[in-house]
Each structure stands twice: as C-alpha cells, then as structure tokens.
C-alpha cells in the first residue's frame, strides 16, 4: 500500500472526461493492500465444491435451471478492483461525455479522487460478487447470436477479505466460505433463470444516468431500478434461507452486529455510497418472497423470473397479497 503514490496519481488525472479511469485504477490499487492469496489445496478446492453443491442445492430448492458462469475466481483485492474498474467506467460513461464544468480539471480531479475512495473502500469489503457485466458491449457480452465470445457473467470470491471477516466474527474459514459462496450463486440463478434480467435493468440504469447527465433527476427509473433490485436481493435471501444446507442465524447475526458496530468514518462511506439502501432491499425484498412462498411455495415464488410484467411494483412489494392476486401461479 502506497497512499503517497494513490494522492499523485489522484492530483495528476488528465484526459478530456470528469473521471480519468486510468488514475482510479492506479490510485486504488495503490491505496489498497492487495492481501494474501496464498491458497492451500484444501482451501482450493473447497471453493469448487461449495460453488457446485450450491448450483445443485439451489436448482433443487427454486425449481429453476441455470448455469454457473464460465469465469470463476478467487481474488485478492487488487484483482478485484481491476474486474470492477470496467463496470463503474461503462456505468458513469455517460457523465464524462455529457459534463459541464466551469473548472474542468478540478472536477477531473474531484471526481478521480471520489472514484478512488469508493473503489479502494469496496475492494477491503466485497466477499463475493456475483457480475452480470451490465452495460457490457462487443467482446464483453459475447457474439449477440446466443454464442458466446466471451463470458457473459463471472463469480468472485475476495478470498483475504473471507478471511478477515471470518477471523473477525470467530466463525469457521470453510463455513463462511460456503454461506457466500450459496449467496453468490443465488444471483447466478436469478439471471439464468430470467434471460431478460440483465437488459431490464440496463435500460432504467442508463435512463437514469442520462438524466443525471443531463442534469436531471429520471425519479421512475430509479423506483423501477430500486424495486428490480429489491427482488433480487429478497429472493436471493429467500433461497439462501431455504437452501443452505446448515443453520446459520449465528453467522446474520454476527454479521448484523459487526455492521452496527462500525465507526462513523465507515458507516458515512456505507451510506454515500448507497449501502444502507442495498440493506434495506435485502430486507423489504425477503419480506415480500417470505409472504409469496408461504402461499405458493418457492417454484411459486420463482414465477416472477418468467417475465419482466411479473416483476413487483413498489406497491406491491409492501403489499404481497396484491401481487399475489396479480400474477397467476
């Protein structure tokens, strides 16, 4: 870790956009210890079990048929941040184009700097990441003729931050491993289940960052974006409650307690960076899946992927019954 070199970097971004992504990249790095991956061969494999016994698990549960995706790593921090430097650029590219700025440099280095901070603060954070790779073009998302080019989706696995965090909560290293690694492949069978999921979401993100562009607030395709998501996030959490093969209210607590117990340097940078948000559409999302199942069972449950009509609205997501009487089984 160099934050001596992670500040030049910052101070010296250059380019014609409000972001030079090639600063954040090596200004984050440089921020950030990329931490030990030194994997025994016990630890090796057991990624490829957990990731495979929770592809089975899961399709057994949902009633749903999926594939894992092609690219499936264990990282350290460093290669986290390179994966994820793609993504955050193709999401704000927008912004760089359409920007004004009276002080253009200053904001280039402005903007830099915050880039930097979310990046390096999510790359000590992140355990495992389930990658869509939304707004992708070209090679990115493979030949547009249902082959493949290139992987379409990837699984990641930030292996010295399971480490840390398991150490921190005094749980099992293999233990916590598998829980994220059941999460993780939740979301794997969210979007192979729904092939439409992916440009769903892509249209509200690009809407809504249009109009951020254009100096606008696009408030419906933020709801539409935030109610996706929540889904998402509540039928991830409905699977892993019905899937994972152990009792774990021990680690969600100890999980929630840590989250509680974090500084308010950290828990300002949850919520700038819309964490706190992500949280809640964890919970308001299993709300709603727990009602849905309890009536028809999780394959019932699992009738909301079928198409972009039978996704909850807002309303309903407060009020399941109504979806319920909606969406035929």
Known sequence: MNLLRSVRAVTEASGDGL?????????????????????????????????????????????????????????????WIDAN????????????????????????????????????????????????????????????????????????????????????????????????AFHEVTHAAEFGAAPWLSDHLEARMERAVDALGEGSLDREAFRELDAAMTAVEGYAELLMDRAFDDEYADLREKVEARRRGRGPVSQLVRRLLGLGMKRRQYERGKAFFETVADARGVEGASVVWDRPENLPTNAELDTPEQWLDRVPE
């Open 19 to 79: 972001i030079d992504w090639a600063a954040v990249t090596e200004a984050a790095r440089a921020a950030t210890d990329a931490g030990d991956l030194t994997l025994t061969a016990d630890e090796r494999s057991g990624y490829a079990a957990d990731v495979r016994d929770a592809r089975t698990r899961v399709r057994e549960v949902a009633g749903v048929s999926f594939d894992l995706p092609d690219t499936i790593e264990v990282q350290h921090r460093h290669h």
């Open 85 to 180: 430097i793609a993504t955050f650029e193709r999401i704000m590219g927008t912004l760089d184009i359409k920007g004004r700025t009276l002080a253009p440099g200053l904001a280039r280095v402005a903007n830099t700097g915050s880039m930097t901070v979310a990046l390096a603060f999510l790359a000590n954070n992140v355990l495992g990441q389930y990658d869509p790779l939304l707004l992708a073009e070209g090679d990115d998302r493979g030949a547009g003729d249902g082959s493949s080019d290139a992987d379409d989706h990837a699984l990641y696995f930030v292996h010295p931050n399971i480490q840390r965090v398991a150490e921190e909560l005094d749980v099992s290293h293999a233990r916590f491993r598998r829980w994220i």
